[in-house]
């Protein structure tokens, strides 16, 4: 209460704060939240443990067209819906091929991982900040171009920052931002490469001079 009558900017900051958004190695085991189905939610907790009820919440208040391409673009002639259970909700995917569709716990990691960006980065929602790490893992490189436009989509609506390893990914990116930017005459991606010797970390172009200073705290 001190805070709030006292600090008013305190609270603001820390509301602030605390719609970040950070998605870090979502679990996609047999047992793994986001394949049971849940109820409605505003968007994807930070282990996906609500998949199917963010992805309806897209589809209903976001842009369901983007969410169809998504995933016909990652899986030519699939399509996901959403079933409704007593108000708790379930994942279909039906993929060319299949006489059935399949629901969450048939998925294959990659395809549920993927699924799982997908209601991440669509979001109708979008933060101020949005941390994804390593976002590649366990995904098929044909999903890598996919999962690039999906990034590059969402840069355009809040401030992104994607640590990854995979290098197809980054130049996938770094082209689709560069042809979005041509027509939008903006910047939307910045890259920074990281590289270590000798156990230091340091930023590819940095120089000597433009190290922060930084010294042993005294004791």
Do not use: C
């Not at 949005?130 to 999903?143: A, G, I, R, W």
């Amino acid at each position: 209460m001190l805070i709030e009558s006292a600090s008013p900017e305190v609270l603001v900051l820390r509301e602030r704060i605390r719609s970040w958004r950070f998605y870090d190695q979502f679990r996609t085991d047999a047992n793994a939240p986001a394949r049971a189905s849940r109820i409605r939610t505003p968007v994807l907790d930070h282990e996906g443990a609500d998949l199917p009820a963010a992805l309806q919440t897209i589809r209903e208040t976001g842009d369901a067209a983007a969410l169809d391409a998504a995933v016909a673009d990652a899986f030519p002639g699939a399509r996901v819906e959403i079933a409704n259970h007593d108000t708790r909700f379930g994942l279909r995917f039906f993929q060319r091929g299949l006489l059935r569709p399949l629901d969450a716990a048939e998925l294959s990691d990659g395809t549920l991982r993927y699924l799982l960006w997908v209601a991440a980065l669509l979001t109708p929602r979008p933060p101020e900040l949005l941390v994804l790490n390593e976002p590649e893992t366990s995904l098929h490189p044909d999903l890598l171009v996919p999962l690039a436009a999906l990034v590059t989509t969402a840069a355009e609506r809040t401030q992104l920052i994607v640590v990854t390893h995979a290098l197809p990914l980054i130049r996938a990116t770094e082209a689709i931002a560069d042809e979005r930017a041509t027509a939008l005459a903006a910047t939307l991606t910045t890259t920074l490469t990281l590289t270590k010797a000798m156990s230091e970390t340091t930023l590819d172009g940095q120089g000597r001079l433009d190290v922060p200073s930084w010294h042993w705290p005294k004791r």
